[in-house]
């Protein structure tokens, strides 16, 4: 099930922040199932989506990184029993307060993947990287990453 | 030094001769309003690119100083670089364009020599290239006052609304809608040759003494202030109940400190990412808690008060002391800023109190 | 009605059933009140009420203010309608218990938006926007009330946000990331918004934490847009709407638009209006197992 390999110009950087029980044991899958999907992705193990501070999306986005992926357990299959209920309402809060700020939502997704919805995986993974990429890099905070690029000197052609 | 008058009516012409001229300039402007019902006029100086739309002159002094323009909000200074298993340390390249800050008032302009005094090497003992080359290349137009509010007490502190300390050149409001033009440096000669095709000759000495006169009748906010740094050098009063009582209210928030033209303080850190920064320096509060916070846990000023008696010291005598420089100008900022209406005149007023009380009297616990 | 306040507060303090009133005074310029601290019986006349009382006074309450370190065990407060959901909310997250507070409740016509704008009396045109949309003239809870407290009906959901908030939502996202860029442009991170928030009330705000370092000390732009964020983020269904902090930034930034945008999305997404319940959870430690979660794939 190889896919063809094509060259881009530009390629994103994706974060991904997963929970361990449910959303990793997933990724593990495909990987264990060889399947193919976009290797853009880093991956942050966090043991439930409850765990996931919208702090460290914000810090995702400063560092430079172009699109952010924020999945977890199922409602009613966390392994904490609640964590996800939580994460839900957190990230809907969170999600309003980033629009309004002017920051593109299409950078960050949040999903339910389970362990055993490797495809599912692969297919969230596929279909963010290539929206991804039609952006662009993350314009807003690209310049924002490096406060003083114009400050360094330039060097002699 | 010839003075000169000028119409005021051609201050957005001066604006664009200067433009024309190379140089950076920023003048006050109103800002935008707010679309909101709660929104209070607001004029600040910042970068023109046109002479229209200028706020000279008008309202009683901008919202910000000048000291963001000299000693700026943020500034890198240097990069570095992880190279295997060295760092690499580069300079970092700052503009130091010629600038004239146009419609500067008095009390603004003279807390310039203030922040001189500390990031010169002639007091400080070391130099802040950064400061004092930006410094170099700024020309201060100042413009009288003639409107003081009822914040303003720049007399209580050995100013005046039409004084030209820290002025390059001199503008006062006379008569006739006209302004009289007096440069004051060499660098104010080179600005006002530019602008000598708006002017006119001579200049009227008596109108403008009468016009700083007229201004300084309007300052309602009057305090003694000779007495002051006696009463600070004294240590006892160190531990004056009045610190606790007056300075109980207040919230530590910082914004007197950040919209004082004569407040310096600075914090350096290194910011990085994957291996590569900068050293940044950025402005500082000696109102935050933890400014005073040593490594062991241990706070010398661990109350809001103590903070609060810090910045009082600091304005009215520790600058005296260390820089011999002014320490307060008496824009009145930190009075219209306070949240809670921390007033550093109520300070002037009940420290001259305690001062002014003969000396046994004050030893006195039982005294009414 | 404040003659009967001062009258009841100078029994109080009499009878040490408190140890400190604290309320507003007259400031230094006629146009200005200022929070005064009475803790005299013989003190009480400084206590005034009017509309230029603009300060919100419970933040002398949060513990972040050395309020534990002064042994009070019980403080009197003058509130207004707005102040004293803001203590409502303290209590319901547990920063403070209710026997700790004798609430002195006042009835408020509004106060005047800024100091400045007071010229003698109270007009639509100096009122600030907040209580053109207040539903707690008359407070909700207090320990003493001058004269009779009418019952008012508060289950029904707030009245939509300012207008500032609307328009600002109203633009395309671009348009609004170029409008808050050059707002933020002025911010050099004083902290004056977080340091007269009532709830602001860690002990080590995250911004002074250095071990490790989420949000950048430096005021550039991405130093200021992680610090707004981050506030308005631990503000969320907790926010009471006093306005204190747009009032206190000293450059002028309206720092409380996101406040009330996220107070709209709690009261449309959670049902939940922060300040009138001691008892009622606050949205973010609870959940509905039916919650929206369309934007979740």
């Given amino acids: 099930m190889s896919k063809k390999i094509t060259r881009h110009d530009f390629e994103p950087k994706i974060m991904a922040f997963v929970c ?51 999945s977890g357990c199922h409602p009613g299959d966390c392994h904490y029993n609640e964590g996800n209920y939580y994460a839900r309402r957190r990230n809907l809060a969170f999600r309003e307060l980033l629009d309004f700020h002017g920051i593109d939502l299409a950078r960050l997704e949040f999903s339910w993947i389970s362990a055993a919805e490797a495809i599912k995986w692969t297919k969230v993974i596929d279909v963010f990287t290539d929206k991804i990429r039609e952006l662009g890099q993350h314009r807003e905070y690209a310049d924002m990453t490096d406060p003083y690029a114009h400050y360094l000197v330039k060097e002699a052609a | 030094m010839k003075t000169a008058t000028l119409n005021q009516t051609d201050i957005g012409k001066c604006l664009d001769l200067l433009l024309q001229s190379e140089f950076r300039v920023i003048a006050p402007q109103l800002r935008p309003r707010l679309e909101s019902p709660d929104a209070i006029d607001v004029m600040m100086l910042t970068q023109i690119d046109s002479g229209e739309n200028h706020a000279v002159g008008q309202g009683v002094l901008p919202l910000n100083g000048v000291k963001e323009f000299l000693f700026v909000k943020d500034e890198p200074l240097f990069a570095f670089e992880n190279k295997g ?33 500390v990031f010169s090497k002639a007091n400080a003992g070391f130099e802040d290239p950064f400061f004092t080359k930006r410094l170099e290349n700024t020309t201060i137009v100042t413009y009288s006052c003639t409107n003081p509010d009822m914040s303003c007490f720049c007399t209580s502190v050995g100013l005046a609304p039409d004084s030209d300390r820290g002025s390059d050149l001199h503008l006062t409001e006379i008569p006739g809608n006209r302004l009289q033009v007096e440069p004051k440096t060499p660098a104010g000669e080179i600005v006002a040759k530019i602008l000598e095709p708006l002017f006119q000759w001579p200049g009227e000495p008596q109108a403008r003494t009468q016009a700083g006169k007229e201004a300084q009748d309007k300052i309602t906010r009057i305090r003694n202030s000779h007495l002051i740094k006696g009463w600070l050098d004294e240590l006892s009063n160190f531990d004056d109940e009045l610190w606790e009582r007056l300075g109980e209210k207040c919230i530590g928030c910082g914004a007197c400190t950040f919209m004082c033209p004569t407040c310096h303080c600075f914090d350096i850190v290194d910011e990085n990412r994957g291996g590569k920064g900068y050293r ?10 933890h400014f005073t916070l040593h490594a062991s846990g241990h706070n010398p000023r661990d109350s809001q008060y103590k903070r609060y008696r810090n910045r009082f010291s600091c304005k009215f005598k520790i600058y005296l002391d260390k820089f011999d420089a002014q320490g307060c100008v008496g824009c009145g900022r930190c009075i219209r800023d306070c949240p809670v209406n921390l007033d550093i005149t109520e300070y002037m007023k009940e420290v001259d109190l305690k001062a002014s009380l003969p000396n046994a009297l004050q030893r006195d616990p039982d005294f009414e | 009605m404040i003659e009967a306040i001062r009258t009841q507060a100078h029994n109080l303090l009499e009878n040490k059933e408190i140890d400190v009133v604290i309320g507003y005074g007259n400031g230094s310029d006629p146009t200005r009140t200022t929070p005064v601290f009475i803790r005299k019986p013989e003190e009480v006349n ?3 009420f009017d509309p230029r009382c603009i300060n919100s006074l419970p933040v002398y309450l949060n513990k972040r203010q050395g309020y534990p370190k002064k042994g009070w065990k019980r403080v009197g407060i003058i509130g207004k309608g707005c102040d004293i959901r803001a203590i409502t909310q303290l209590i319901a997250e ?31 045109d100096n009122r600030a926007t907040k209580c053109s949309e ?20 508060r289950s029904g959901p707030y009245k939509v946000s300012a207008p500032q908030v609307l328009n600002l939502f109203n633009l395309k996202t671009d348009k609004r990331f170029k409008f808050w860029e050059k707002e933020f442009e002025r911010c050099f991170k004083c902290y004056a918004c977080r340091e007269v928030c009532p709830h602001c009330s860690c002990n080590i ?34 926010c009471t709407g006093c306005g204190e902090c747009t009032r206190a930034c000293p450059v002028d930034i309206q720092v409380d638009l996101f406040n009330q945008r996220m107070k709209d999305v709690v009261q449309g997404s959670f049902g939940y209006k922060s ?15 039916d919650d929206s979660e369309n934007f979740i794939q």
Wanted: overall charge negative; proline content about 7%.
């Fill in chain 1, 20 to 70: 361990k029980w449910c959303t990793y044991s997933g990724a593990d899958l495909a990987g264990t199932s060889r399947m193919d999907y976009s290797p853009n992705v880093r991956m942050v193990r966090l043991p439930c989506s409850g765990r996931i501070d919208p702090q460290f999306l914000i810090k995702a986005f400063e560092q430079g990184v172009d699109g952010v992926i924020v």
């Fill in chain 2, 85 to 117: 298993k060295k760092v690499l340390m580069t300079e970092v390249h700052h503009d130091y364009p010629k600038t004239v800050i146009f419609g500067v008032r008095p009390c603004d302009a003279a807390s310039v020599s203030s922040q001189n005094a």
């Fill in chain 2, 280 to 289: 940044i320096k950025f402005w500082d509060s000696c109102q935050f808690d």
């Fill in chain 3, 46 to 48: 400084r206590l005034i």
């Fill in chain 3, 94 to 124: 547990n920063q403070l218990s209710r026997d700790e507070v004798y609430i002195f409740g006042v009835p408020c016509d509004g106060v005047v938006s800024h100091f400045s704008k007071w010229d003698g009396s109270l007009r639509d």
């Fill in chain 3, 134 to 153: 207040c539903d707690v003239h008359i407070p909700n809870d207090c320990d003493f009330f001058p004269g009779e407290r009418p019952e008012v009906d």
């Fill in chain 3, 205 to 238: 705000c995250i911004t002074d934490r250095t071990t490790p370092n989420w949000i950048d000390q430096a005021p550039h732009t991405k130093g200021v847009f992680g610090w707004h964020l981050t506030r308005a983020l631990h503000l969320v269904g907790r």
């Fill in chain 3, 275 to 289: 300040g009138y319940s001691e008892t009622e959870k606050p949205p973010l430690i609870t959940y509905m197992t």
